[in-house]
């Protein structure tokens, strides 16, 4: 009985939620932030530590389009299954908004997940990586920057693995991340 009630609330949940205005990313992170089922962290692109990395220009200029990320994660526990997958449900709908460009899907042997932007595909202001376990949760990280360019994603990627950085100041989502 307990189930069932749990499943018609958030059938409810997401139709009332569908009637109303669509919350945006950023509204979703703010309503969330203090939440405790949730880690949350706003990181300055300075903590990558890409000052003394050997880069290539493109990289370089990869980097210097970065401003900041902002990571929310849910940490699923066996008490919170439920609230797990209404904040699941609430994320891919929002994601589902036609601004959202999808670039890449991700399938792993730690979850499914997906890569997205807003913005011209010459000039991103924002990417999402979104990514969620049965077992550990989801997490969603907001890259934030100017006139970023979708092969600049790959630049940063090698670009970090360049760089000494190694998850310094990321704390308790950083220990959530790597499991």
């Known amino acids: 009985m307990k ?4 499943s018609l609330t958030l059938v409810l949940v ?24 949730f ?12 000052d ?4 290539t220009k493109t990289q370089k200029e990869a980097v210097a389009s970065l401003k900041k990320f902002n990571l929310l994660a849910f ?29 890449m899907k991700i399938n792993s042997q730690y979850g499914k997940g ?12 924002e990417v999402i990586i979104y990514g969620d376990s049965k077992e550990k ?7 934030l920057g100017k006139d970023m360019n979708p092969a600049h994603i790959v630049q940063l ?4 693995q360049k760089s000494d950085y190694k998850g310094e100041g990321l704390g308790e989502i950083g220990k959530f991340l790597k499991g």
């Open 14 to 37: 997401v139709l009332l939620g569908s009637c109303s205005s669509q919350q945006s990313l950023q509204e979703y992170y703010v309503d969330n932030k203090e939440n405790p089922n």
């Open 137 to 143: 949760g989801f997490a969603l990280v907001r890259v």
């Open 75 to 103: 940490k699923k526990t066996e008490t919170n299954a439920a609230d797990y997958k209404l904040e699941k449900t609430k994320v891919k709908q929002i994601l589902k908004d036609d601004g959202f460009v999808e670039l």
């Open 52 to 55: 003394e990395a050997d880069l």
């Open 114 to 125: 997906v890569v997205k932007y807003l913005g011209d595909e010459n000039a991103i202001d």
């Open 3 to 6: 189930n069932i009630l749990k």
């Open 157 to 160: 990627m090698q670009a970090i």
């Open 39 to 50: 880690i949350s962290l706003d990181i300055p692109a300075s903590i990558l530590n890409m």
